[in-house]
DNA sequence: GCGACAG
DNA sequence: ATCTTGTCGC
């Protein structure tokens, strides 16, 4: 059923090769089953960088009640260069992912979707991936541009990139910075901006984002599933 | 050639 | 990403 199989490179050049071949396989529209389950994904690190950290949690939506997390440690195998995030995090998430018992209808994840110069930013790499619905959630802007944004929470305009529309520039709250929110996989951009906004509490980040990025940035990390 | 550059 | 205390503002 898995037609990808994800590999770290040994170059930017075959990396780029990679992406190039995977971008073909996203599919920016509805594909999901309504969400039940959503997770979010975010990656530390620790020792110097030397010790990549991914840490899940998923939550039950749209209550957001967490039901479980999961963290996985790995020497770190990639160097980090600007478009080429997910060679350096996914081998982790995917580790982290084994030890998940329950199976996430949407992540989101911290990082680009498909705002991305190649149009494969992690989301979207990690989706096709696992072949699941997912959404890039970035904090900041990797490529594009935008017209001025409302300072209200809940205002959003499109992010461009050679004329097309890569994503959406998001204020998730009042005058706060705006979040970037892209399609990753499976995932229309219309649904993610909505999946995205009723994940919202009173934080910058989504509850699964937010949570997830605590987690990683957290000590210990023996203990594999919290929660129920 | 000169910037820009997710985490 | 990570190194780091208190502090200003909603």
């Given at each position: 059923?898995?037609?990808y199989?994800f590999?770290?490179?040994?170059s930017?050049?075959?990396?780029r090769?990679i ?7 996203v ?7 309504p ?6 994904v ?12 991914a ?18 440690r790995?020497?770190?195998?990639f ?5 080429f ?16 018992k329950?199976n996430?209808d949407?992540y ?6 498909i ?10 790499h ?23 944004l409302?300072?209200e929470?809940?205002a ?11 994503g ?15 399609i ?22 989504p509850?699964p ?17 919290l929660?129920?």
């Open positions: 059923m898995s037609r199989s590999t770290v490179p040994d930017i050049e075959s990396a090769e992406q190039q071949q995977a971008r073909s396989l599919i920016p529209e509805d594909r999901l089953d969400v039940g389950l959503v997770a979010g975010d990656v530390g690190f620790e020792e110097n960088n030397t010790i990549t950290k840490a899940i949690v998923v939550l039950n939506f749209p209550s957001l009640e967490v039901v479980e997390t999961s963290i996985a790995m020497p770190t195998g160097p980090y260069v600007p478009g995030l997910s060679f350096r995090e996914i081998p982790a998430i995917l580790e982290a992912l084994e030890h998940l329950t996430p949407l989101l994840c911290d990082g680009q979707g705002a991305h110069p190649r149009r494969l930013g992690i989301a979207s990690l989706g096709v991936a696992i072949d699941r619905p997912t959404i890039g959630v970035a904090k900041s802007l990797l490529v594009g541009k935008h017209a001025p409302g300072e929470k809940g959003w305009t499109p992010l461009i990139d050679k004329k097309e529309t890569i959406a520039v998001f204020r998730s709250r009042t005058r706060v910075k705006p979040l970037y929110i892209s990753g996989h499976r995932v229309s951009l219309e649904t993610a901006i909505d999946r995205v906004s009723r994940c919202l509490t009173k934080y910058r980040l509850e984002t937010r949570l997830a990025d605590k987690l990683s940035k957290k000590e210990g990390g023996e203990v594999r599933n929660g129920t």
